[in-house]
């Protein structure tokens, strides 16, 4: 299939890109596309296109690479709305959490919905995401609590990606809140969800390639983290952490310290966390929307990329802290109050997005042999594409080579 017509083609490479190299994707004006056997086999410009039999015209709008959200906490179940009230009259987050509501309410849906059910209520967020242009998507357990019911969850992620055609990652996050039950026991809690024995069931069944735990002040702290994270290298799941979001108590410098694929959050980072990270050859995950939805300091990003990170862009999709589901919301967010230029935005959410889960060298980018994961825009731009906060400038999502949404 050769895809004609393009407007501009830009051109990201693989990721991770640091620091500077996020600017520096080139564009292609008036560029076309050979796809083969689902992947990138030529791009350049249009007037020196191989001969194609099956030729797509892309209309003279932009094409990017199909969008990578890293982070998100599909499957939930049930909703937090009340609690979203209470925030805005002026409770905080945390304040919610420790008397008892937060992620504890979703857990309590989560127990008491059905796999299927699962199943169910999470499938039309990703169809949605989809038409958002999302073609690759992290998907974390976390909300069950019980070796059972993390299992439910992650059943249910691998159900989940037979059912539509978003590409699904899947993280093992049992240690994301101390459960009721375990109140004044968390190291009983942090030695019953990282049994070896259990971590070692998620690998050999390929039900998570990482495991996760919320390093936080109401949440686990560095040692019961480390604990965790260092059983799940054991059984083969590669660490990723919730870091520095609500304080800064040293979770960043453990994401280094145990060589973390990315370290997500990072709105209270400090010096030692970037070198750590730095150092370990991390990815930064921010996560603007959550900043927005709680009314909390975003990320100082720009200080990240000047450190020479790779930053990648997510939703942080859950209930109760960034109910966004709309990675193109976050891009907005990201130009106009992280002040993001859009080729950074870009990158952030497609190469290193792609780096932050393992999977740069198939998904993320334009690049010979890549995974012919394509977005056709609307506009003649990337600028014009992110100028337009709110309104979904994708026409054409092709995953694989394949078209699987077209705005109608
Ligand atoms: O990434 N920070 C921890 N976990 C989620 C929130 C989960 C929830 O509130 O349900 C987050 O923000
Ligand atoms: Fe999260």
Redesign the pocket.
Known sequence: MLLTDIGQLIVVPPGPLCGAQMRAPARIDGAALQVRDGRIQWFGPAQQAPEDPERVSAGGGTVVPGLVDPHT?IPFAGERSGEFERRLAGESYLAIMQAGG??RV?TQAVRDASEDELVAVNLPRLQRMLTYGVTTCECKSGYGLTAEDELKQLRAIRTLKTRQPIELVATYLGA?ALPAEYEGRPDDFIEMISDPALLRQIADEDLAAFCDV?C?AG?FDVDQSRRVLQRGLEAGLRPKL?AD?LKQIGATVLAGEVGAISAD?LECIDEAGIAALRGAGSVAVV?PG?SFFLGIEHCDTRRLIEAGLPVALST?F?????HIENLQWIMAIACCQLRLTPTEVLVACTANAAAAIGRADRVGAISVGHQADLLVLDTESLAEWLYTPGRNRVRTVIKSGKVVHSAA
């Open positions: 906490h937060g992620i979703t994301h919320f936080d949440a919730h979001e959050h996560l959550t942080d859950n209930p109760g802290s960034s």
